[in-house]
């Protein structure tokens, strides 16, 4: 048997050790991977897959986990703007592969290229990069967050490019992006919004409500609009439902006289009639908002995602968010006009982990970094989970859960 940190293997072999499956983790399991497929995940002494034989495999084809680590599934992030110096809102290729080949790296195997409020032309040059990359299989799609969004709950967005609602451009970035965007971050208060949701699931588009100042009565109608249009379009890969950008960030605090939007927002979460997403990195939200979210909606409602920048990654220093320089100061990031946070510097693990320290149950936690997105994606036949036919797609981790080797399609990443 061979080290897990030893050199490439050939396409065919076994892991053991800890693995992380749909049913929890499985202590004495098996890994299996034929080319690009998983074949097997589960306990060793049940594995009996045809090719997989003394005969057919030799030591060097079978990997044996150190004691302490385990297998979880690649990481699937919906809300990620970039990381290692590459930044996905500058609409420069070099930068944006930067991005993604660090993220792949840091286990976040699956991942949307994240944009912001900008120009018209910036967003369709941006757009038509990460298109072409998403043809490639580096990308799982594209996120707009913005411009359609609230000046004031901009945040970190640039409010000079700020937008109502506007059909004529949001067909012009459809065209561009090919039926690569998959989610759209909008503010429902907006004139024009209503119509907007509409275009957006037409097109099999998920509205991700956010960046907003509306109250509750109108989030709540606005997701339920997104739910009936999503659930009405027919295409594949559309998982019917809604989601949040960041719940609590970019809106109006929840007031016992004035609950805004996060009521609606967690009562469509609690229902399973939206997904809402959490920035669990201890900058974004304290640890016990995270804790108390998980334990009203459950893991299933519940997206874990970095809403990272340049940053993450990398030394405190000056980094450039799209346009906007930021400075990062003990690891948070903040935008240099006006203090704002401006993404985060977190990888995707981080968040697991910093999820797990508030007190979620693991498995909880893993099950929104990956299933749970995978499934807003449409992607739950392809990633998200260590089962027969998925993409060989996974993270060995040490018992911090941090990352020892990665594994996407079948290739080794480190």
Aim: charged share 15%.
């Amino acid at each position: 048997m061979t080290d897990a940190n030893a050199m490439p293997l050939p396409a065919k072999y076994l892991l053991q050790g800890s693995v992380v499956t749909d049913r929890g983790i499985v202590e004495g399991g098996l890994l299996a991977i034929d080319g690009d497929r998983i074949v097997y995940a589960g306990r060793a002494d049940h594995f009996d897959e045809p090719g997989f034989g003394p005969a057919d495999l030799d030591a060097a084809n079978i990997i044996s986990l150190p004691a302490g680590q385990m297998i979880i599934p690649g990481l699937v992030d919906i809300h990620n703007h970039g990381g290692n110096g590459g930044d996905f809102p500058s609409a420069d290729e070099a930068s944006a592969r930067t991005a993604v080949d660090f993220l792949h790296k840091a286990g976040t195997t699956t991942l949307l290229a994240s944009m912001v409020t900008a120009s018209p032309e910036d967003l369709i040059k941006g757009i038509g990069i990460y298109a072409g990359m998403t043809a490639e299989g580096l990308l799982a799609g594209i996120h707009l967050e913005g411009p359609f969004l609230s000046h004031a709950r901009c945040g970190a967005q640039n409010p000079a490019f700020l937008l109502n609602p506007d059909l004529e451009l949001m067909s012009s970035l459809i065209e561009a992006g090919r039926g690569t965007i998959a989610t759209m971050t909008y503010a429902p208060e907006l004139p024009g919004a209503d119509e907007l949701v509409d275009l957006l699931t037409s097109h099999g588009i998920t509205p991700s409500v956010g960046h907003t100042d509306c109250d509750t009565a109108t989030a709540a109608e606005s997701l339920a609009q997104a739910r009936d249009g999503l659930d009405s379009t027919g295409f594949d890969g559309v998982s019917g439902r809604p989601t949040v950008t960041h719940l609590f960030n970019g809106m109006p605090p929840m007031h016992h006289r004035a609950p805004g939007p996060v009521a609606a927002c967690l009562r469509a979460a609690r229902s399973g009639a939206a997904a809402v997403e959490l920035v669990a990195d201890n900058t974004h939200l304290d640890p016990q908002t995270v804790l108390t979210v998980f334990e009203l909606v459950g893991a299933s409602n519940i997206l874990l995602v970095t809403d990272s920048m340049a940053a993450a990654g990398l030394a405190d220093g000056q980094y450039m968010l799209g346009p906007s320089p930021v400075t990062v100061t003990d690891g948070v990031a903040t935008l240099d006009a006006t203090g704002s946070i401006a993404g985060g510097t977190a990888t995707l693990l981080d968040v697991v982990r910093r999820t797990t320290a508030a007190g979620v149950k693991f498995t909880d936690a893993l099950k929104s970094a990956t299933v749970v997105p995978a499934g807003v994606l449409g992607l739950t036949d392809e990633v998200g989970a260590l089962r027969r036919g998925l993409r060989a797609d996974f993270v060995i981790v040490n018992a911090g859960l941090e990352p020892q080797r990665v594994m996407r399609a079948g290739a080794w990443l480190n």
